[in-house]
């Protein structure tokens, strides 16, 4: 039995059919710029947070403290 493989393409769109137009640059969505802006101040506010841990934790072992 043989069994022939041949070449086939395949077209790929890159517009995605669930979206029926662009969205309005004038017009953000709030929740998600909202979400995007919240989660950096969280970020940085935890990273200040175990900054402001590792400098107590390295002054206690030296005895600077």
């Given at each position: 039995?043989?069994?022939?493989?041949?070449?086939?393409?395949?077209?790929?769109?890159?517009?995605?059919?669930?979206?029926?137009?662009?969205?309005?640059?004038?017009?953000?969505?709030?929740?998600?710029?909202?979400?995007?802006?919240?989660?950096?101040?969280?970020?940085?506010?935890?990273?200040?947070?175990?900054h402001?841990?590792?400098?107590?934790?390295y002054?206690?072992?030296?005895?600077?403290?």
């Amino acid at each position: 039995m043989q069994i022939m493989l041949g070449v086939h393409y395949i077209l790929v769109f890159s517009r995605n059919s669930f979206i029926a137009s662009k969205p309005d640059p004038s017009k953000p969505n709030m929740l998600r710029v909202g979400l995007a802006f919240g989660s950096t101040a969280v970020l940085w506010a935890l990273l200040f947070k175990q900054h402001r841990t590792d400098v107590h934790e390295y002054k206690t072992r030296n005895g600077l403290e």
